[in-house]
């Protein structure tokens, strides 16, 4: 599989479960030919060996107010920039930023996606549509 999209995030908090929705979305519908999609919950820099030999990984996640209102694409690198905890709970920027240290290149092309707020079917829906239209349209 060339492009991987995984859902991360915590089930048991509103607030941080939008990824893990995206993936039990997708899961319930037909998948473009080479996209694999995994359940990332809350695995972190677990998730490193999983990017390797891909072309792509768009994680879905649910994101804070101050990145904007509506669905957000974020670069991978622009996330990995603003890691600035390092350790446990370190989160996605963590990961994104370790990934070129300890990763052998060619390095995926990663993006964020997600949105602030509640995680009403609705938003999972958009969010999960836009992880698609990505894989489907966008050139890495």
Known sequence: ????????GN???????????????????PLPPGVAILDGGLRGIDLLPLLEFRQRVLFA???TADVGEGVQCLD??????????????AGLP?????????????HPVCHVVGACGPPTPTLVEVVALTCLKMVCHEPL
């Open 76 to 89: 991978g690198a622009m996330v990995a920039a603003s890691a600035t905890t390092f350790g446990h709970g």
């Open 11 to 29: 089930r048991l908090l509103e607030s941080d479960a939008l990824g893990c929705l995206v993936y039990d979305w997708l899961a319930r519908h």
């Open 94 to 106: 963590f990961l994104l930023a370790m990934l070129p240290k300890v990763s052998p290149p060619p």
């Open 61 to 63: 996640d649910a994101m």
């Open 1 to 8: 599989m060339d492009t991987l999209i995984i859902g991360v």
